[in-house]
């Protein structure tokens, strides 16, 4: 018990420390009687304490208060340290789980082989690689099969596949900036290209000298809306900037001859070279190559009739949803692969295999 000399009050110290916000029927918080306000019932002190002993609210808080001296003194465990403990494990579970997924995501990601399947179901044959390999990971450990039949946090959607496929992308990355900043010269490579789901991609690539070896380093494949000299520029600047390669570094940028690009007054070359001077514009090398076998084939009168009539059969069945409806149509009744003809373009001979092919598999 406390007593206060200046308010003439008897308080309980123990329910002052763990009496709560719990209330008695007729009173209130804020008034009650040995915490809040005390006692000074002097008369009657001796039934009054003995009333307020008997109380299990006084008998829970003297519960409370040797618990607490218990704790204290090293005794007994906290509940916030047991449940911490086991926070830790849990922690520390999760961790090696992860890990396990990331040695399945490095070699996929590394080999360029697909991740997901069409039919995840439970009776799927075929599930995908990450999936099947997950699931082959399990038969050897039995903390993988635990998580992995859990209905949530066994992180195998395709959101957590691609943040999995990131995370490994930015430690790679990280690296390749560790060596490029060693190397205190670098080349910027551009390209961009259309991929099968139509939109635009821009890759980027970083060319450097590192122990008398020339190295090339891909930093990202991006996908961009806009294809004018400005956004070009000011994307290219902005990204390698981003990874921490200063002005100074880039000496020389690598096109091919487009006039977006390869402009002498607004093209990108000439816009980057205004942030960095020393970053000299080379025509690409392959480039010039794909132009010289082009030339060398114009006079050649088969080659050009032929080229020609892969490229009318393109534009006849692709640009036409009819047409190209038939033409799915044709092959499913033939019980064959639906495969899509590719265009052609005069630079890209990969373009023009591709298309080829193709038509040589449905002309067999």
Known sequence: ????????????????????????????????????????????????????TRSDRHKDSAVSWKKFKAIQAKEIQPLTFVLMKDRNK?????????????????????????????????????????VEMCNFLAEYSP????????????????????NLIS???S???RTIVQELKSSKYIAV???????????????????????GKLKERPIGCYHIKSLDAESLANFIHFTVTRIGLGQNYCVAQFYDGETVRSGRFSGVQAR???????????????????????SCVEPVGTVVSFFSLVQTLYTIISNSNTRHQLFVEAQKAAELPVLELERS????????????SKVRLRHE
């Not at 490095?106 to 082989?113: E, I, S, W």
């Not at 961009?192 to 980027?204: C, D, H, R, V």
Request: proline content about 2%; glycine content about 6%.
């Open 345 to 356: 373009a005069a630079t890209r001979w990969s373009y023009w295999y591709r298309s080829i």
């Open 90 to 130: 849990e922690i520390k579970e999760y961790r090696e789980y992860v890990k396990a997924l990331l040695k399945v995501t490095a070699p996929l990601r590394r080999l360029g082989t697909a991740f997901r399947g069409h039919d995840k179901t439970e009776y799927s044959t075929n599930k995908g690689n990450f």
């Open 171 to 173: 430690r790679l990355q």
């Open 189 to 211: 490579l551009v390209d961009e290209t259309k991929g099968n789901s139509k939109k635009e991609q821009l890759a980027i690539l970083l060319s450097y000298f590192e122990e």
């Open 143 to 162: 903390a993988i099969f635990n998580k992995l039949q859990r209905r949530y946090g066994h992180y195998k959607s395709h959101e957590y596949q691609n």
């Open 272 to 294: 980057l070279r205004a942030k960095s001077p020393k970053a000299i514009y080379i025509h690409c090398l392959a480039h010039k190559l794909n132009l010289v076998v082009a």
């Open 1 to 52: 018990m406390l007593f206060g000399m200046a308010e003439d009050r008897l308080t309980s110290y123990q329910q002052l420390h763990s009496g709560g916000t719990s209330t008695l029927p007729g009173q209130r918080y804020g008034s009650r009687p040995f915490i809040d306000i005390g006692v000074k019932k002097w008369k009657d002190i001796y039934n009054v304490h003995e009333q307020h």
């Open 167 to 169: 995370a490994i992308g």
